[in-house]
């Protein structure tokens, strides 16, 4: 989709994700990295979510990069993105998101691989 068709809704749900995330991008960069093809953006109502296709020596992941809705709406429209990965190749999906989203995903055939830690090396909290 395009990011044209993104609400103020959808726009501050992406901006929130990005904080909790640890501020590593900014909503431009996301657009940028949509309109470019390195990203996808998928819409569906309220929801959006946003992907990466990354290709490693073993495999292609579908990543789930952002998302903003309710669970269930993000859980409705990740299982469409799933069935496009499929269709571009894509053999696994991943996902870092906060600890709360575990139990749920859980029940959606996710499963826990690792955790992801960081350290401030640059002195801020």
């Known amino acids: 989709m395009s990011p044209d068709q993104l609400t103020q809704k959808h726009l501050d749900g992406l901006e929130a994700a990005l904080a909790q995330g640890g501020d590593t991008h900014r909503l431009q960069d996301v657009l940028s990295a949509v309109y470019q093809g390195t990203a996808q953006l998928w819409i569906d109502g309220p929801c959006v979510v946003v992907t990466e296709v990354n290709d490693t020596p073993r495999e292609r992941e579908l990543h789930f990069w ?3 809705g309710t669970l269930d709406e993000v859980i409705h429209l990740s299982n469409k993105v799933m ?3 499929r269709e571009q190749g894509c053999t696994v999906a991943s996902l870092c998101g906060r600890r709360g989203w575990a139990k749920t995903l859980r029940r959606e055939g996710w499963n826990h691989q690792m955790i992801v830690m960081e350290q401030r090396l640059d002195g801020q909290a």
């Open 66 to 68: 952002l998302a903003a």
């Open 83 to 85: 069935k496009w990965g």
